[in-house]
Nanobody, 123 residues
């Protein structure tokens, strides 16, 4: 079975950090790009960060650039999202997803999604 298992969400104060993980199984990890998307209450889902697994090329949503870092561990078939200097507006459910192509933040390209993990940034 193709699966993406997201984890690592939680509640943190503004300025804090969290690291999300997305464990992939059931497919050839290196053939894909992996991305993190998020959806806040009442808002549309948006692409946050992507990485082309075999090259390591990355791209970020402008509002997280310099604060978030996406990375991958090919041996572990896992993608990470290190989130620093978190802001209340980063509060959302975060999803990982895969795309058979190079890094892109266009969500319609993605065919398999993880279950989502809640990130809450608040005092």
């Amino acid at each position: 079975d193709v699966q993406l298992q997201a984890s690592g969400g939680g509640r943190v104060q503004p300025g804090g950090s969290l690291r999300l993980s997305c464990a992939a199984s059931g497919f050839t990890f290196e053939d894909y790009a992996m991305s993190w998307f998020r959806q806040a209450p009442g808002k549309e889902r948006e692409g946050v960060a992507c990485i082309t697994i075999n090259t390591g090329d990355t791209n970020y949503l402008y509002s997280v650039e310099g604060r978030f870092t996406i990375s991958r561990d090919i041996a572990e078939n896992t993608v990470y999202l290190q989130m620093n200097s978190l802001r209340p507006e980063d509060t959302a459910v975060y999803y990982c997803a895969r795309y058979l192509g190079p890094c892109s933040l266009y969500q319609t390209l993605y065919d398999v999604w993880g279950q989502g993990t809640q990130v809450t940034v608040a005092w």
